[in-house]
């Protein structure tokens, strides 16, 4: 990886970055810092919030990654009802900002989730969660990302985190999983400003050319918007490498939903999603 997308070394943990949160309070820590920001990047690009487990007992942590086609969005998008309906389950729950675009391309974006995976280990003891039990979660391009992080060892491994340590991953209507299929059937434009030119790049950015026999891949839960004439086909095809590499992997095409709808229902009373992603977790990972 260029050495021009190397972070900076992540700060050292802020002494108790719980202190003062009664074990199952249902409220975050705001705004933590879990790097420092390269000259040019914005402090708030590298932060995230975080919803300690709800009891005394160390509680496996959901990371959210949110969406918005590698350039736009932000952590408001992992909801407090989402954190609500993982915390009710067992987990905890963060949700991530990450460099966008116009501060670094999708790379440092994965090299971000990887640190701030990495910051929330290192805040297991204070905060209540178990640091060899991860889960990411994204969607859209958010979803894209973690699935990358997940799958491409490289970045947890240059973040000193074991990669072993992510158990599973839910997607909610990736876009990005395999960039190469989705630029020769739409020709979108967007891919080539995003990922560059070259068919090597969006090969090595896909997270479907990272789910080949090796490492067994962490158990993956996908969701795609019925209707949706991209992420549905997005979605078999990593579930179809996932499968050939050994890995466990359900697809599900959400019916009545939209591209955001999936993502701000998701822990709402009677939620097919939530229901179907918890039940899953709650048998590989709790």
Request: with cysteine; aromatic share 6%.
């Amino acid at each position: 990886m260029a050495a021009g997308l190397l972070a900076a070394a992540t700060p050292a943990a802020a002494a108790g970055a719980c202190a003062g949160i009664a074990p199952g309070a249902d409220r975050p820590v705001r705004d933590l810092a879990y790097a420092a920001p390269e000259p040019g990047v914005p402090a708030d690009a590298l932060i995230l919030d975080l919803w300690p487990g709800a009891s005394p007992l160390p509680a496996p942590l959901v990371v959210f990654v949110h969406g918005g086609t590698w350039m736009h969005g932000g952590k408001y998008a992992g909801t407090a009802g989402q954190a609500r309906a993982f915390r009710s389950a067992g987990f905890a729950y963060a949700t991530v900002n990450y460099r966008l675009l116009r501060h670094g391309p999708p790379q440092a974006a994965a090299q971000d989730i990887a640190r701030a995976v990495a910051f929330l280990r290192g805040e297991a003891k204070g905060c209540g969660l178990d640091p060899d039990r991860i889960i990411l979660m994204g969607h859209s391009a958010g979803a894209h990302l973690a699935a990358l992080v997940a799958l491409d060892e490289s970045y947890l491994a240059q973040a000193g985190v074991p990669p072993e340590v992510v158990r599973a991953a839910v997607l909610l209507d990736a876009y990005g999983l395999d960039i190469a299929r989705h630029v020769r059937e739409t020709g979108d434009p967007v891919y080539a400003r995003v990922f560059g030119p070259e068919p090597m790049g969006w090969a090595a950015m896909s997270p479907v050319s990272h789910a080949a026999p090796g490492r067994r891949p962490p158990p993956m839960i996908l969701h795609a918007v019925a209707g949706n004439p991209e992420t549905p086909g997005q979605a078999e095809a990593l579930a179809e490498a996932l499968r050939a590499a050994g890995g466990e992997v359900e697809v599900h095409t959400a019916e009545g939903e939209s591209h955001n709808s999936l993502n701000y229902g998701f822990g709402a009373e009677g939620d097919a999603t939530t229901r179907l992603t918890l039940d899953f977790l709650s048998a590989r990972v709790r």
